[in-house]
């Protein structure tokens, strides 16, 4: 038998890093890029291991119909057997921040206060209800684009009403309470195969709700002038919180992901987001003692019969 790892995935700027680290690793793999394209439900998939990649902010990138699209492929692999890391429950926890909420907090780990809106007809009303400041954000979301704060219900019930309301592609509005950290950052964690790899922590001085990680996510500074690095390593998180997210991982059968928490004035821990289809940061991976590419490729490669792998010395 034999077989390679399949990337399944919508985003061709997210896979750089990982090309790499399957080159360096020697382990085979191929990209199936789900923007379009067919299945023949009755025809058995190719050997090997599949990794889904696919994510929330999706149809920013004008792939609004990829998470369609991988729910079947998903389940179609799934249905022949196929080893499907982050398979298509990982996904539902992709893309929608209710599911991942309802698992943490099911989980014991504490989340924001938090309410989803259907619809419009109500979220005036529920805002008002929920009382400022608060933010909304959308429940299919990603790259915290669609992230806002509210210091006033009657600005937001503006807002709403107005020709710049941006509703969710799902149509669920969350209003979230507004966490004040102790420290102008937040952490992520980044986990691979059930370890901990790192953590990152990423400054939050400017206000910004847009903290992708990956290269191609970066934007330069004035002048050409590269800003102050956003992400650097750290190395002081609680054991005890990193052991409650191992222990989630494993309940939701999540093989990769990062999860982003804040610690907050009033002396919380708050998780606030799951990543499945986490990236990494090259400043940070520069310093860092594991390589998180590196680490998802040996462990997909391990997965993969022998011979399929070109074993280094």
């Given at each position: 038998m034999s077989g390679k790892v399949y990337v399944i995935h919508e985003n061709p700027q997210w896979i750089p890093p990982f090309a790499?680290?399957?080159e360096a690793e020697g382990v085979p793999f191929e990209e199936w890029l789900l923007t379009d394209g067919s299945i023949d439900l009755a025809v058995e998939p190719p050997e090997g291991v599949f990794w889904s990649r696919l994510?929330?902010?999706?149809?920013?990138?004008?792939?609004?119909?990829?998470?369609?699209?991988?729910?079947?492929?998903?389940?179609?692999?799934a249905s022949w057997g196929r080893t499907v890391i982050n398979g298509a429950d990982v996904l539902e926890l992709e893309v929608s921040k209710v599911a991942q909420h309802a698992a943490l907090r099911h989980a014991g780990i504490d989340v924001p206060r938090t309410?989803?809106?259907?619809?419009?007809?109500?979220?005036v009303a529920k805002a008002r209800e929920f009382g400022a400041p608060f933010i909304s954000k959308h429940n299919q979301g990603g790259?915290?684009?669609?992230?806002?704060?509210?210091?006033?219900?009657?600005?937001?019930?503006?807002?709403?009403?107005?020709?710049?309301?941006?509703?969710?592609?799902?149509?669920?509005?969350?209003?979230?309470e507004l966490l004040v950290a102790q420290a102008p950052f937040i952490t992520r964690a980044e986990f691979v195969a059930g370890e901990f790899v790192y953590a990152v922590?990423?400054?939050?001085?400017?206000?910004?709700?847009?903290?992708?990680?990956?290269?191609?996510?970066?934007?330069?500074?004035?002048?050409?002038?590269?800003?102050?690095?956003?992400?650097?390593r750290r190395d002081d998180v609680d054991p005890a919180l990193i052991d409650r997210y191992l222990a989630f991982l494993a309940a939701e059968g999540v093989g990769i992901a990062g999860i982003e928490f804040i610690e907050?004035?009033?002396?919380?821990?708050?998780t606030y987001d799951v990543n499945t289809n986490t990236n990494y940061n090259p400043d940070v991976e520069a310093t860092a003692?594991?390589?998180?590419?590196?680490?998802?490729?040996?462990?997909?490669?391990?997965?993969l019969p022998k011979e399929a792998v070109g074993l280094r010395g």
């Open positions: 790499v680290a399957f994510s929330a902010s999706a149809h920013t990138r004008d792939h609004a119909h990829s998470k369609e699209f991988g729910r079947a492929v998903l389940r179609w692999l309410v989803a809106v259907f619809g419009t007809d109500d979220l790259k915290g684009l669609g992230v806002r704060r509210w210091d006033s219900v009657d600005e937001f019930s503006a807002w709403v009403a107005g020709a710049d309301f941006e509703p969710s592609p799902d149509g669920i509005t969350l209003l979230q922590r990423v400054d939050t001085s400017a206000g910004s709700f847009e903290l992708c990680p990956a290269e191609a996510c970066a934007i330069p500074g004035a002048d050409g002038v590269e800003p102050e690095p956003l992400f650097r907050t004035r009033d002396g919380r821990t708050v003692p594991r390589s998180g590419p590196r680490e998802i490729v040996r462990w997909l490669g391990s997965l």
